[in-house]
């Protein structure tokens, strides 16, 4: 059972948390953070300068003309959506048809699955297999992390087999309805990549197995922290899979890096935001790259976001598309999906270090 910590001092030894919103909430009004939990430098560093100016800049995708049936409408989607992908990586996605009733109850319930006790939530403990089908932690890795992260998560895998928790109430059956949404949405994305890259809509599809393909489903909680400027959620980290589609609960904090600066996520009311994950880089050879991405925190409010992480079939062996290399060499060897997955999870979250294992020279 998670164990209440108090706040350090220089004479008492770290504390082992279980659960960042516990141990928040059973210190009330502390005003410092456990040095385990300083990832920021405090030191001025360029590399975290953030570029207000171009959190504007984000692409906007309608999906209505990604999947009009009206050639023209249909091909400049296709091709913004190609601009998209090789400038960013990063898009938000606007009349996806996901009602917003729906992620109103999901966010709703994502927060009463985060308040219930925490035996309740440790019975989905994570055992530190990435293959569990329910985890609930916090950090990401915390068994080999240097410093931790100030978030909650809960990780299910909700496709090809859909496991979620049963509490609270009501929980579930929403989570599944979302999920299934969330891979059309993501199954016509890829499409229109496929398209994007001059290849068959079929091809990232038919290459990946999507349609038994992975995804999993992860619910960050980040409770107030009292010194944000020292502290993230999340680190600098691109995704595994092929697409992320995220929606939060109002309140900012992701961040995407475009040409060496930080750039705020400001989603449009209602959109999804995508991410463009490792898988689709390999695959489309480099010409697409994942985004790299970080959690930053607030001092006032609970911040909530739900991640779905769509990957290819977990045995399916990926690497750099066919047709692509008919006319260049491979930047990537090829790795089954769930060889990469397995160890993603359970390595300390650093940048893009997993794919530039596979990179070739
Ligand atoms: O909460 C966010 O905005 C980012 C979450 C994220 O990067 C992740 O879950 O991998």
């Given at each position: ?58 692409p906007v995708i ?29 898009f938000m996605?606007t ?173 449009l ?93």
């Amino acid at each position: 059972m998670a164990s209440a910590a108090s706040i350090p001092s220089s004479s008492q030894p770290e504390p082992n948390i279980f659960s960042i919103k516990e141990f928040a909430k059973s210190n009330g009004d502390f005003s410092l953070i456990p040095s385990t939990y300083h990832s920021i430098s405090q030191i001025h560093d360029d590399d975290d300068d953030v570029a207000e100016d171009l959190a504007s800049s984000i692409p906007v995708i309608d999906f209505s003309h990604l999947t009009s049936h009206h050639p023209q409408t249909h091909a400049k989607a296709v091709h913004l959506l190609g601009e998209a992908c090789a400038e960013w990586g990063v898009f938000m996605l606007t009349n996806h048809g996901i009602p917003e009733n729906l992620v109103e109850k999901l966010m709703k319930k994502s927060r009463e699955f985060h308040d219930l006790p925490i035996e309740e939530k440790n019975e989905y403990g994570d055992n530190k297999s990435p293959f569990q089908p329910i985890r609930h932690g916090t950090s990401f890795c915390p068994q080999v992390e240097q410093v931790h992260y100030w978030r909650d998560y809960l990780k299910a895998t909700t496709f090809p087999q859909f496991n979620f928790p049963h509490k609270p109430p009501g929980y579930r059956e929403v989570a599944y309805e979302y999920s299934q949404k969330i891979r059309g949405l993501a199954r016509k994305l890829l499409e229109g990549i496929s398209e994007s890259l001059g290849l068959g809509s079929n091809s990232i599809v038919e290459s990946t197995e999507f349609d038994s393909g992975h995804q999993l489903f992860v619910v960050n909680l980040y409770p107030p922290c009292p010194q944000p400027h020292l502290a993230l959620g999340l680190p600098p980290h691109s995704d595994i899979g092929l697409l992320t589609l995220l929606t939060q609960n109002g309140i900012g904090g992701l961040q995407v890096k475009h040409h060496g600066k930080w750039v705020k996520v400001n989603p449009l009311l209602n959109s999804i935001t995508v991410l463009l994950s490792d898988q689709l880089e390999v695959m489309s050879n480099g010409r697409y790259e994942s985004v790299l991405h970080r959690a930053i925190l607030n001092n006032e409010e609970t911040r909530i976001s739900v991640v779905l992480a769509n990957g290819p079939a977990l045995d399916k062996e990926i690497g750099p598309l066919a047709e692509l290399l008919e006319k260049e060499k491979p930047l990537f060897e090829s790795m089954k999906y769930q060889d990469y997955f397995q160890f993603q999870q359970r390595s300390r979250l650093n940048d893009k270090s997993r794919l530039d294992e596979i990179r070739l020279n």
